[in-house]
């Protein structure tokens, strides 16, 4: 009888305690969505202190937000902490990082340092400039709000339905860090916004594009994905400029890739007779 009431007793304090631990679980993952939002609003301020140094420091900061924004997704479902104001505060945090932070660092790279008098094409360009980028931040906070209301493609958890914002911003971040110094021929930098039109236009689009989201990194893995994940990571590191241009562009291509293969399968199978 002794031991049932000690058991009643201590039950109501278990309980709290529990509850105490599953608040924790779920702060976790917003410690990351701050570092997220840190980056890109760090981001934002190198941008206006100019400079190749100051670009390529926001540059970089985009790149750890999307680490940040990486991390907080996994730790949620390791953890079992989803939950929807994480999902909301995640999406807020990703349109300061992944589209206002890119968009405003496009248009100081791309188009700021030119210079030509009104009637000159520099000057037409750098108007331009203004809508391309606005037209990418619009893009990715449209893709996040698809996001949140229909969630990924219809292959499962295995792709995304359209550019994933972070993509699409590392993509900005790794051209900035691969050429350091701001574009001064108004050729390139209308080439530059074309591309920067096309990962707006890809984040809004149907296109399916690969997720590491089914990937189980809490299982057993061999020997040797831990010396690639270790290869990879010392790549990043030593040959910054190359392998994280090299990544964004591979995947960056792999949705128009993978949906052309596609659409090629599907014309040469034979179709089933009615």
């Known amino acids: ?28 993952p917003s410690f990351f969505t701050v570092g997220n939002l840190l980056c890109g609003y760090y981001a934002v ?25 990486a991390f907080d997704g996994f730790v ?40 030509g008098d009104v009637s000159s094409p520099a000057h037409a360009v750098q108007e331009m400039a203004w809508l391309v980028c606005l037209a990418f931040a619009i893009c990715c906070a449209w893709r996040l709000a698809r996001f949140n209301v229909h969630g ?17 911003a590392g993509a900005i971040a790794a051209t900035v860090h691969f050429f350091k110094e701001p574009l001064l021929n108004w050729h390139y930098a209308a080439a530059f916004l074309v591309a920067v039109g096309l990962f707006a236009a890809l ?8 997720s590491l989201k089914n990937v189980n990194w809490a299982r057993r893995h061999d020997s040797l994905t831990i010396i690639l994940i270790g290869l990879f990571a010392w790549c990043v590191i030593a040959y910054s400029q190359y392998t994280l241009i090299l990544l964004a562009g591979s995947y960056c291509l792999s949705g128009p890739v993978l949906y052309i293969l596609r659409a090629i399968r599907h014309r040469v199978s034979p179709h089933p007779a009615d």
Request: charged residues 15%; glycine residues 12%; without cysteine.
């Open 1 to 28: 009888m002794g031991d049932v009431e000690q058991h009643e007793l201590s039950f109501p304090g278990q309980r709290a305690m529990n509850s105490r631990r599953r608040r924790g679980i779920y702060i976790l």
């Open 45 to 69: 301020l190198a941008i206006l202190t100019g400079g190749s140094a100051g670009l390529d420091n926001a540059a970089k900061a985009i790149g750890v937000a999307i680490l940040f924004d």
């Open 76 to 115: 949620a479902r390791l953890a079992g902490a989803e939950s929807e104001f994480g999902k909301q505060f995640d999406s807020l945090a990703d349109v300061i990082s992944f589209g206002i932070a890119p968009a405003a660092l496009a248009y100081a790279w791309g188009v700021r340092t030119l210079h």
């Open 152 to 168: 990924m493609s219809g292959g499962g958890m295995r792709y995304f339905a359209g550019m994933p914002t972070p993509a699409a």
């Open 203 to 210: 984040m809004t689009s149907t296109i399916r594009y690969p």
